[in-house]
């Protein structure tokens, strides 16, 4: 199974930001909501618990999500907000019990959600600019967003203000990375190729930010340094793809899309279990 070396202490720095289910209390399965739809076979309103969810706070249908209609669950990362809120209210162990802590619990988890996401990003950031004025703003904003996750009145914490600082600076950080790459491709960042064949485009050094790729035919595309900051990858057709120094992956993406053995990917990152052998 192809992928790259991983980064520099990548994947031990990113070590908190991956879910542990041991130190979390099923979080995720019970404060979203979601709807019926091809991610969810049935409604569940906001801080129900999920009809699947067993007494011992474990999903009954974890090896068969997919099979059973829910590939929704599949996708969803926490990026380690469950644990961390779990630890940080301490009330985490008791929502089932107190009413009035399940309410305070669940306002936080989102909010610790973005967070965790946001710090996902920098460290690899982090990784990826030489010492100098960028790499120093970086470490203090990760610095900052540590801090406000281990703080109280998380659910008071301007997200939106958070992510627009954090995203300019993750832009300059990938206009520094993919500044130097050999025929680097047009940009499209934003842009909707939904469904679009893309086998012939070049996209090494491109930046796909927040582009909609829904379906999008990436066979044999080579995403080496291609940003790929929030870009919606569902059902995208990664087989044979390269995405070996691609910027700002997430897991949730690559679960979302669809892959085989021959789909290079970052060494820090799984390999989606339903990816055809």
């Known amino acids: 199974m192809p992928s790259s070396p991983p980064s520099p202490d990548l994947r031990e720095l990113r070590a908190d930001l991956r879910a542990d289910c041991d130190r979390c209390v099923a979080l995720c399965c019970v404060a979203p909501a979601f709807a019926a739809s091809a991610d969810f076979a049935f409604d569940k309103p906001a801080g129900t618990p999920c009809r699947h969810l067993r007494t011992a706070t474990r999903c009954g249908i974890h090896a068969e999500l997919r099979d059973r209609g829910m590939p929704g669950c599949e996708v969803f990362d926490c990026f380690g907000a469950g644990q961390r809120v779990t630890a940080l209210t301490g009330a985490g162990r008791d929502w089932r019990a107190d009413p009035t802590t399940t309410a305070a619990v669940f306002a936080v988890l989102p909010v610790m959600r ?3 996401e ?5 460290v690899e950031a ?3 600019v030489p010492a100098g004025a960028l790499q120093d703003e970086i470490v203090a904003l990760r610095a900052r967003v540590e801090a406000l996750t281990t703080a109280p009145g998380l659910p008071d914490v301007d997200v939106p203000a958070l992510r627009a600082t954090a995203g300019a600076l993750l832009g300059q ?3 520094q990375a993919r500044a ?11 842009a909707d190729l939904l469904g679009r064949d893309l086998r012939r485009t070049r996209l090494r050094g491109a930046s796909l930010r927040g582009a909609y790729l829904i379906g999008a035919d990436l066979r044999g595309a080579d995403l080496h340094r291609t940003d790929l900051l929030g870009a919606d990858l569902r059902a995208a057709d990664l087989r044979g793809s ?3 120094g691609a910027l700002f992956l997430t897991v949730p993406q690559l679960t979302a899309a669809r892959g085989d053995a021959a789909t290079a990917i970052p060494a820090d990152l799984p ?4 990816w055809e052998p």
């Open 271 to 274: 390999r989606p279990a339903h």
């Open 114 to 116: 973005q967070l965790t």
């Open 242 to 244: 390269d995405l070996t």
């Open 180 to 190: 130097g790459v050999p025929g680097r491709g047009r940009d499209r960042v934003g």
């Open 126 to 128: 982090e990784l990826l």
């Open 173 to 175: 950080v990938s206009e």
């Open 118 to 122: 946001v710090l996902w990003h920098l």
